[in-house]
């Protein structure tokens, strides 16, 4: 079943006990939109290397949940929800025109032709079959 509503204090906790890519894929969200939410709501999150350094059993520094913000308060993350058909689906990858001739670019134009049928993962990475 889906979540729909979390409370500050539920998704504070969640936020320090697992990686936010983790919970998008638990919540079926972007992390990067629920770093947004985060970050809109005023709720601390682990910085740039805290998983790494926790992993290594080194100290941690968690930002305390902030007192002006109400603890019951509910968040809605239905509007950053997808379906799993969504996540998994691949579309072609679409490659803008060119503004230049690329006979002058040798590169850039066996680049082009190697990407031409290429497709766009769920990661954003563009895979090219061999």
């Known amino acids: 079943m889906k979540t729909t509503t979390i409370s500050a204090s ?6 320090w ?3 936010l ?3 998008a ?7 990067h939109a629920l770093g947004l939410l985060l970050d809109k709501n005023r709720i601390p999150r682990p910085g740039n ?3 790494a350094k926790k992993s290594m ?3 941690v520094v968690v930002s305390p949940f902030p007192e002006s913000l109400p603890r019951n308060i509910l968040i809605d993350i239905s509007c ?6 969504q996540k998994s689906k691949s ?3 679409q490659l803008p025109n060119p503004t230049k001739s690329l006979g002058k670019y040798p590169l850039l134009k066996g680049i082009k032709g190697s990407l031409k049928n290429g497709l766009l993962s769920e990661l954003g990475v563009i895979v090219v079959e061999q």
């Open 57 to 59: 059993g080194k100290p």
């Open 80 to 85: 950053l929800q997808f379906s799993k058909a």
């Open 10 to 15: 539920e998704l504070y906790e969640s936020v």
């Open 25 to 31: 894929d638990k919540w079926f969200v972007h992390p």
């Open 91 to 93: 579309v072609k990858a």
């Open 21 to 23: 890519k983790f919970l």
């Open 17 to 19: 006990q697992h990686p």
């Open 49 to 51: 290397g805290y998983w």
